[in-house]
Nanobody, 126 residues
Framework: VQLQASGGGLVQAGGSLSLSCVVS????????MGWFRQAPGKEREFVGA????????GAADSVKGRVTISRDSTKSTVYLQMNSLKPEDTAVYYC????????????????????WGQGTLVTVSS
């Protein structure tokens, strides 16, 4: 499984950004897909995820209500739409894939994901 994240950039506080993650090597609707972020000097943290079936999504409390996770199976792409961005959202954002279709609840730990993209930098200016 190969993951290619893109869409990062510089945005002002209060703005919006959409990240994309193109999946190859395996059908995206057989994978739990997660988004994580890592700010300088901090540990990688969970942002959100979508279950392989598309039946549910989840988001971290720190971003809940400001992010939407979705996917387009025809494009093998998973999206992270972020709104009302804050300077503390500045980080490198990673997409990750978990092939376990029997994992309950939706995986939120980095160790639960076996495949990672290269990351895309999001910088939010105040």
């Amino acid at each position: 499984v190969q993951l290619q994240a893109s869409g990062g950039g510089l945005v002002q506080a209060g703005g919006s950004l959409s990240l994309s993650c193109v999946v190859s090597g395996r059908t995206v609707n057989t994978l739990n897909m997660g988004w994580f972020r890592q700010a300088p000097g901090k540990e990688r943290e969970f942002v959100g995820a979508i279950r392989w079936s598309g039946s549910n999504t989840g988001a971290a409390d720190s971003v809940k209500g400001r992010v939407t996770i979705s996917r387009d199976s025809t494009k093998s792409t998973v999206y992270l739409q972020m709104n009302s961005l804050k300077p503390e959202d500045t980080a490198v954002y990673y997409c990750a894939a978990d092939p376990s279709r029997f994992r309950i609840p939706l995986p939120r730990g980095p160790n639960e994901y076996g495949y990672w993209g290269q990351g895309t930098l999001v910088t939010v200016s105040s």
